[in-house]
């Protein structure tokens, strides 16, 4: 196990490596197509080397874990508003993530749909490409078009396009309080409508998912403000049925497991759907007696947990991607069993063009094809 | 600044390349006589000047893919523009190029409400994305100035910003999906009305590339229902180190205003004498605007308010109303056009961490002393991107070399504090030599690895963003 303490060791380990490596932060995310390699950790890179409250930044070392972060972040009152995803209860994994690993896999929970993606509150990154070579990208400035920005495409690369060592990040005051309505019961039509009515509307809704037939939308803000716009959404959403309303407090442990996907973390397999939300009805109807589906960002990400066999979950999850071909979005199988994940395409195949520029692009960020090779195949 | 020279090759065809052009384009769709190519000589960088050899104007993206199959066959640079409002010479052409304009890819294809998108030609532009969109109370929120003429070609070219990326973010952040047609006529789309990538996030790959990726003809766009109301505060303060430190207390304390713009006391001089919007004769001025319904409004502004007192204000006055909003925003809002009334002018762009605001003031200020120009500030304090505004006599032999230099020194000094030569301008051709500035060489040749790929024949507006001498084999290796 190589565990480098510094960039350059890390730069060293890459430069001087006779054969694939396989490449962790915390190893709390087992996603994507087992691959052989030596394996590499970015935990021996730790610290955060600056904080701005001030300015909404932080840079932090690739291998620091969440929790450092989140814990200088709270004692300012401030957080990753993206609402980075916890794989641990979903993947029955253990370990402790770092930001790192958070980056390389573009994890964004429940408020991705308000504020935004990993990605778009991604400013700047260090990192070690398949030659060894230290690259940086971006900076930690909040607007910066100086070249291109590679800073998004190493965002959910996994690994396989460089390994992060240091990045830089907006971060966003937490707000006073917050509250959630409760739709109930509703048809998968009707709570995307619901969802969708919500998101439409000037009331800033920053959560919208529905799981286990319950509707949940999220408001955020100073007291008064969600209080008023409680009630303005309340008497919009009128003809969905009786709305019930969850305190702060309990929101908060609410939203963490709809974020993390707590529901299925007994399912054999979970597929992760991507889709404009007026079609995910169309995707519900892939559903069988042993399959249940649990919906975010008003209805455009669906998790579709499966019981069935490998047999049977194979096939479901052939189903949705071959949906996701006919209708636009995609279908990553995030959850699975290794010998299952090797035997199908856990990432949504890509058409011809896109597929030609990605392993163009693999070729030169990663000549030698080192970089945790086919694990987002 | 240096362009490369035009290739004999390629002007010594001109007659061919015209004739292919027409071959599969509409008649009209093709510029080529003297007097019409010259008004695609310049985009605005004006300081910089060369007609192309000719210009076409596709109304699809099937004739954008012809007229690229051409030039690709025929090894013809091509450089795209979306309206030419470019402040960065992001659309100057060379002798040897074709000037692509996406203006006649204007459609509005597609508006979902429920999914919150449309789906827009890439050469609509920006305030007209808005415009098919606000009878339903709808908007597509990156504003940048230029947003009555600017393309939405452009604004993905450049990740342009505006003034109220604060909250709503940039381009890159708004943009879901494109149709684009690489250099060798090849049409693909990427993205689409989901939000996130299947694989590695060409999307975001491509928004910020200056043109040199592939040419946009479609984007869909993230709409957003507009907001109850917006109501801004104006304060002034009688030191930019103050108002600085306010900026910094307003952000810390949980409000997140939509918008934060900063003027100093050269740009509020200007300004009052050609807008009278009767601003307070201070050393900085900041105009601080907030969003929601009318109770929101005011206990945003009495959180900002309470702050801004802590800081001795000299002025606090907050709008009541649309009228009071309307005169608040008047003097920003002139404040270019003020500094034209005066002289000649060059914007910059650079970005700043914000806690370094009053010192990078402090140096601004030396550094105009020094070279004997006035340099006005007005910019986006929320996010630290300044734009400093540097005043010449362009009928002066010298002074734009003199504004020139004195603009590198600016820009090296925001990249010296830990900033960017760029923050929502584009490199194109006014800020490539400075990348070196910002950039290792092992930095500069990863970004272009990447053009490598797109544009393997470096075709594809090829003489921007990177230092010539470091693009240089490239473009040498594929003539």
């Known amino acids: 196990m190589m565990t480098p303490k510094t960039e350059a060791e890390l730069a060293d380990a890459i430069k001087s490596a006779p054969a694939p490596l396989h490449i962790t932060g915390g190893g709390t995310r087992d996603i994507g197509t087992p691959i052989e390699g030596a394996p590499l950790r970015t935990t021996g890179l730790t610290g955060i080397t600056l904080y701005e409250p001030g300015a909404l930044t932080l840079v932090a070392q690739a291998g620091t874990s969440l929790a450092e972060i989140e814990t200088a972040l709270d004692s300012e009152n401030q957080r990753l508003a993206f609402e980075p995803m916890d794989h641990r209860a979903l993947l029955q994994t253990t370990g402790t993530p770092t930001i790192g690993g958070v980056v390389a896999a573009n994890v964004s929970g429940s408020r991705r749909i308000s504020v935004g993606a990993c990605r778009d509150h991604l400013l700047g990154v260090r990192y070690v490409d398949g030659q060894g070579t230290i690259i940086k990208n971006g900076g930690r400035v909040m607007k910066n078009v100086t070249g291109y920005d590679l800073v998004k495409v190493l ?148 998790w579709f947990g499966m019981r069935g066999n490998d047999a049977q979950n194979t096939d479901f999850h052939l189903k949705l991607q071959a949906m996701a071909r006919q209708n636009g979005g995609h279908a990553t199988l995030i959850k699975a069993p290794a010998s299952l994940r090797s035997s199908l395409s856990v990432f949504q195949p890509e058409n011809q063009t896109v597929a030609q520029l990605t392993s163009a692009l693999r070729a030169k960020f990663d000549p030698r094809g080192i970089l945790n090779p086919g694990l987002m195949t | ?123 609509r532009t920006n305030l007209s994305v808005t415009g098919a969109v606000e009878d339903m109370n709808f908007f597509y929120a990156p504003d940048p100035s230029s947003q009555l003429a600017c393309a939405i070609a452009g604004n993905v070219a450049m990740n342009s910003g505006g003034a109220h990326c604060l909250k709503y973010g940039v381009t890159t952040n708004n943009l879901l999906g494109v149709k684009m047609v690489m250099m060798d006529g090849t049409i693909t789309d990427i993205g689409g009305a989901h939000l996130d990538a ?52 307003i952000i810390k304390a949980g409000v997140l205003p939509v918008a934060i713009e900063f003027m100093d006391r050269p740009c509020i001089e200007a300004t009052e004498a050609f807008a009278h919007a009767g601003y307070p004769m201070c050393e900085a001025l ?79 200020k030396d550094l105009s002393d020094h070279y004997g120009l006035k340099v006005g500030n007005v910019f986006h304090a929320g996010d630290g991107n300044m734009h400093p505004l540097i005043l010449f006599d362009a009928n002066k032999p010298g002074d734009l070399e003199l504004c020139e230099q004195l603009g590198a020194d600016i820009l090296k000094l ?45 075709l594809l507006n090829p003489a921007k963003v990177f230092p010539l001498d470091s693009s240089e084999t490239r473009r040498i290796a594929a003539e």
């Open chain 2, 286 to 364: 900041l105009i601080v605007e907030v969003e929601g319904s009318d109770a929101e409004i005011d206990h945003q502004l009495s959180l900002i308010n309470e702050i801004a007192r802590r800081h001795n204000p000299v002025e606090l006055r907050e709008s009541k109303s649309a009228e009071e909003s309307a005169a608040i925003w008047l003097g920003r809002k002139s404040a270019f056009g003020a500094m034209g009334q005066i002289n000649d002018y060059m914007c910059l762009d650079g970005t700043i961490p914000v806690s370094s605001l009053p010192m990078v003031l402090r140096k601004i």
């Open chain 2, 198 to 249: 299947a694989g590695l996030d060409l999307l975001g790959l491509i928004c910020g590339s200056e043109g040199q990726l592939g040419v946009v003809t479609e984007a869909t766009l993230r709409i957003l229902h507009k907001p109850e109301g917006a109501r801004p505060v104006l304060m002034g303060f009688d030191d930019n180190e103050v108002a600085g430190a306010c900026v910094s207390d």
């Open chain 2, 414 to 458: 925001c990249v010296d504090v830990g900033g960017c030569l760029t923050g929502e301008h584009g490199v194109g051709v006014e800020k490539r030599d400075l990348m070196t500035h910002q950039f290792d060489p092992q930095d500069l040749e990863a970004q272009m690895a990447v053009k490598d790929v797109f544009d393997p024949a470096w």
């Open chain 1, 155 to 302: 965002a959910g690369s996994y690994g396989t396009l460089g390994v992060l060592s240091e990045i830089s990040l907006k971060v966003l005051p937490k707000p006073e309080t917050s509250t959630t309505l409760c739709l109930h019961d509703l048809s998968v039509t009707d709570s995307v409508s619901a969802m969708s009515a919500a998101l439409g509307s000037p009331f800033e809704v920053t959560g919208a998912a529905t799981v286990a037939s319950t509707t949940y939308l999220r408001l955020e803000g100073f007291e008064a403000s969600v209080a008023y716009r409680a009630e303005r959404l309340r008497a919009l959403l009128a003809g969905y049925g009786a709305i019930t309303q969850i305190a702060h407090s309990d929101g908060e442990t609410l939203w963490r497991d709809i974020t993390n996907v707590q529901a299925f973390k007994d399912h054999a397999a979970v597929t992760r759907v991507s889709v404009q939300p007026s079609h995910a009805p169309k995707f519900a109807q892939a559903l069988t007696d042993d399959s249940d589906l649990a919906m975010d960002w008003g209805g455009g990400l669906m």
């Open chain 2, 1 to 123: 600044m240096q362009m490369p020279s035009p290739s004999t090759a390629v002007l010594s065809r001109k007659a061919q390349i015209i004739e292919r052009l027409q071959k599969v384009l509409p008649e009209s769709a093709v510029i080529h006589t003297e007097a019409e190519v010259r008004a695609y000589e310049c985009d605005a960088l004006t300081a910089y000047k060369c007609p192309p050899l000719c210009a076409v104007l596709p109304a699809t993206t099937e004739e954008v893919s012809a007229a690229l199959k051409v030039c690709h066959e025929l090894g013809v640079p091509v450089v795209p523009r979306g309206s030419g409002t470019s402040l960065a010479g992001g659309a100057l052409p060379t002798a040897d190029c074709v000037i692509l304009g996406t203006a006649r890819l204007n459609a509005v294809i597609e508006t979902n409400y429920p999914d919150r998108y449309i789906r827009v030609g890439s050469g």
